[in-house]
T-cell receptor, first 113, second 117 residues
Framework: DQQVKQNSPSLSVQEGRISILNCDYT??????FLWYKKYPAEGPTFLIS?????DKNEDGRFTVFLNKSAKHLSLHIVPSQPGDSAVYFC????????????FGTGTRLQVTL | GAVVSQHPSRVICKSGTSVKIECRSL??????MFWYRQFPKQSLMLMAT?????????EQGVEKDKFLINHASLTLSTLTVTSAHPEDSSFYIC?????????????FGPGTRLLVL
């Protein structure tokens, strides 16, 4: 039972344009969401997070939007850079449950010149 | 950001042997560490939650006798894959939660590639 889903396995975006990565979840108990970036054979690197009391959180080029009613979140990267090419995982957790993260299946972003 | 290391980064072993993987938080204390495994092109799957000084909590379907976890100090957790078989070949990643973290952020190690022949 995949509680966190990233339906696009891959995405290609031109340098300078906006990258939008989507994530859907089914567990209504999730109240904290995170995005991680991962290169092959490396561990994930934390990018940005958002709690369920907010609908938007921004950090530099990265913005995460949360739509609780739709159980949907998205990560916007603007402008996209070649160094952003990686696999992006969204993750969700229920605060107070020992920080157990449930990961999505990942979206491979390719930023082209 | 906080640094988590794993050792070894790659290991190849014969079927039936045991392999130990170390996870260390280098510049912070971590009461809680987590062990994940990732199969090719799949998501990270949580295997167990490791708490310093107590027994690990395993996720459903993970054999505790096969994947031994020890969290002896606030900066070190170990995962031992006992009597490894080819199907245990995977990418194992640990993470640590900084106790001072307000954001519930987990910091991940670089991972260990295990290949069982």
């Amino acid at each position: 039972d995949q509680q966190v889903k990233q339906n696009s396995p891959s995405l290609s975006v031109q340098e300078g344009r906006i990258s939008i990565l989507n994530c859907d979840y089914t567990n209504s108990m999730f109240d904290y969401f995170l995005w991680y970036k991962k290169y092959p054979a490396e561990g994930p690197t934390f990018l940005i997070s958002i709690s369920s009391i907010k609908d938007k959180n921004e950090d530099g080029r990265f913005t995460v939007f949360l739509n609780k009613s739709a159980k949907h979140l998205s990560l916007h990267i603007v402008p996209s850079q070649p160094g952003d090419s990686a696999v992006y995982f969204c993750a969700a957790m229920e605060l107070g449950t020992a920080s157990k993260l449930t990961f999505g299946t990942g979206t491979r972003l390719q930023v082209t010149l | 950001g906080a640094v988590v290391s794993q050792h070894p980064s790659r290991v190849i072993c014969k079927s039936g042997t045991s392999v130990k993987i170390e996870c260390r938080s280098l510049d912070f204390q971590a009461t809680t560490m987590f062990w994940y495994r990732q199969f090719p092109k799949q998501s990270l799957m949580l295997m167990a939650t490791s708490n310093e000084g107590s027994k690990a909590t395993y996720e459903q379907g993970v054999e505790k006798d096969k994947f031994l976890i020890n969290h002896a100090s606030l900066t070190l957790s170990t995962l031992t894959v006992t009597s490894a078989h080819p199907e245990d070949s995977s990418f194992y990643i640990c993470s640590a939660r900084a106790d001072r973290s307000v954001q519930e952020t987990q910091y991940f190690g670089p991972g260990t590639r295990l290949l069982v022949l």
